[in-house]
């Protein structure tokens, strides 16, 4: 039998923060999916218990390890979204004006 490796704390606290930012924007969380890398340990689980209820976790081929994001499982005009962690040598300027 498997056990599942705990989730890091810092970890948590990342995604927490992301949800907030999204939930502030006036989007629901029971809506957001958390995208992970398939090698990530944030793979092995299928839901993460968060400040605002438990997040679905997917995973996306697409995603190199050290990326993650939060969005909203809708099909709307306009969706929730946040990224959780990318490397700092990333070229994601949304993320990049808000930290400046």
């Not at 039998?1 to 704390?9: E, K, Q, V, Y």
């Not at 993650?68 to 990224?83: C, K, N, Q, V």
Request: proline share 4%; aromatic share 8%; charged share 25%.
């Amino acid at each position: 039998m498997s056990t599942l490796s705990p989730i890091h704390p810092q970890a948590v606290k990342m995604i927490n923060k992301a949800l907030a930012d999204v939930i502030r924007k006036g989007r629901k969380a029971e809506r957001m999916q958390l995208y992970v890398c398939p090698r990530s340990e944030l793979a092995q689980h299928q839901i993460i218990n968060t400040a605002f209820g438990d997040l679905r976790i997917c995973t996306s081929e697409y995603l190199s390890k050290g990326y993650s994001y939060i969005r909203e499982d809708l099909i709307a005009e306009e969706i929730g979204f946040a990224w959780v962690s990318y490397p700092k040598t990333a070229n994601i300027t949304e993320n990049r004006q808000k930290e400046a």
